[in-house]
């Protein structure tokens, strides 16, 4: 089961003017599933996206890469996301089918291919059913409605794999005296590792801001939010964050996000995306336990994180608090590992959210395990780690790694 994560409240999705959501059921890989969903944006909208450094990267986001770089010249007017198939390890013919995709879905809109965006998800290495996806496209684009809630929640649903729930997030904020929405839907919940991005996310405004500005501003936000959590510590080949704007508010262009309305706006898109990172990992495939892993007292940001993934992506770490078995000794062999050549281990204490377990490199005399176990039994805990070499801090989220982790991964193909 999740982790205290909940199915989207259609009605708490705010609608995004300029873009209209469809989804079908091509029977991409199983038959009676929402399994394809597009977004149709209007003319005038700005689109970016930044995508996962596996260098066995999948078709789709080897397309995506060429039509954001402007090939064509064509701002980008529509994204279709299949689930199901990854089109990953497909090679030349995934290409092929990749393009067939964004042509056909262009052809049906009146677009040119380049401006098309396309996403998979689902099993590696198995050829895209592009004939389906095509058969469907009549059916996909007689659904297309205005992005609601409704339709935000469907298409939640509509790109889902192994999550066990749809996951969605919305704010409204106001700029320059008008509202300003920003609604987002994400999936995953195995292989997941960041470095952009950790799974799919889309995630859409109605303000009005520059193409370059929002470049910038998605960048950010997957460093505040998808690239700060992890699963399993596996990267996966087809991870897409996209950040859609529609113009559509009414205020005056957002020029720079140092101003008011940029700050307001970049803490809007922060929020949804850092809800819909989280939601990601409560959903983790069998996590039991969330977990926010804070190091701090570091030298940079760099080094704090990298001491907070080696923590947080280590397999005996994550069974010992789904055991709630209090072998924190585990967390400092991931810190002393983690790379910081000159770390000093007689600096360092560690707390399990208010229980101080280490201080100055050892055993904090007054702790006792079952202090220890007591926050472990919790569904949500932080494990706090201060270095004392600097002010530097950061923070990531994990999930623990239970029996049912395995069982999902083994029969997945099933």
Do not use: C, W, Y
């Given at each position: 089961m999740p982790v205290n994560l909940s199915a989207p409240d259609a009605r708490a999705l705010h609608p995004i003017a300029g873009l209209r959501i469809g989804t079908a059921m091509a029977g991409v890989r199983k038959a009676n599933r929402r399994d394809l969903v597009v977004f149709a944006l209007d003319e005038g909208a700005a689109a970016a996206g930044v995508f996962t450094s596996n260098r066995f990267c999948a078709a789709p986001v080897q397309v995506c890469r060429e039509h954001l770089a402007g090939e064509?010249?064509?701002?980008?007017?529509?994204?279709?996301?299949?689930t199901g198939n990854a089109n990953a390890g497909t090679g030349a013919d995934g290409l092929a089918r990749a393009r067939r995709s964004c042509a056909a879905l262009a052809a049906q809109m009146k677009l040119q291919p380049q401006q098309v965006l396309p996403f998979s998800t689902g099993v590696i290495m198995e050829v895209l059913p592009v004939d389906r996806i095509e058969a469907a496209l009549p059916q996909l684009l007689a659904a297309l409605r205005p992005a609601d809630g409704t339709a935000w929640a469907?298409?939640?649903?509509?790109?889902?794999?192994?999550?066990t729930r749809p996951k969605a997030a919305s704010r409204r904020v106001e700029i320059g005296g008008q509202a300003v929405h920003v609604t987002g839907i994400s999936k995953g919940a195995g292989m997941i590792r960041p470095d952009m991005a950790t799974m799919l996310g889309f995630v859409?405004?109605?303000?009005?801001?520059?193409?370059?500005?929002?470049r910038t501003l998605l960048r950010e936000a997957a460093d505040r939010?998808?690239?700060?959590?992890?699963?399993?510590?596996?990267m996966s080949t087809n991870d897409s964050f996209v950040l859609m704007a529609t113009?559509?508010?009414?205020?005056?262009?957002?020029?720079s996000l140092d101003s008011a309305e940029g700050r307001a706006l970049a803490e809007a898109v922060f929020a949804v995306s850092e809800q819909l990172a989280q939601a990601?990992?409560?959903d983790g495939e069998g996590a039991t336990k969330f977990i926010t892993v804070q190091v701090q007292g570091g030298r940079s940001v760099a080094e704090c994180r990298q001491a907070a993934y080696a923590v947080a992506h280590s397999p005996l770490?994550?069974?010992?608090?789904?055991?709630?078995?209090?072998?924190?000794?585990?967390?400092l062999a991931a810190v002393g590992y983690a790379g910081i050549a000159d770390l000093d281990q007689g600096l360092i204490d560690l707390f399990l959210?208010?229980?101080?377990?280490v201080r100055a490199g050892g055993r904090h005399p007054e702790y006792r395990e079952e202090m220890g176990q007591r926050v472990m039994k919790q569904s949500e805990i932080t494990i706090r780690v201060d270095l004392h070499r600097g002010a530097a801090e950061a923070r990531v989220w994990t999930c623990d790694l239970s029996h049912d982790y395995v069982s999902i991964n083994a029969d997945y193909r099933s």
């Open positions: 064509g010249g064509a701002a980008i007017r529509a994204l279709v996301i299949n469907e298409a939640a649903e509509g790109i889902m794999t192994t999550d859409a405004t109605d303000a009005v801001v520059a193409p370059a500005l929002l939010s998808f690239n700060r959590i992890t699963i399993d510590g596996d113009q559509r508010a009414g205020h005056a262009p957002i020029t990601i990992v409560r770490v994550k069974t010992a608090f789904f055991a709630s078995d209090p072998n924190l000794g585990r967390i959210d208010d229980v101080h377990v």
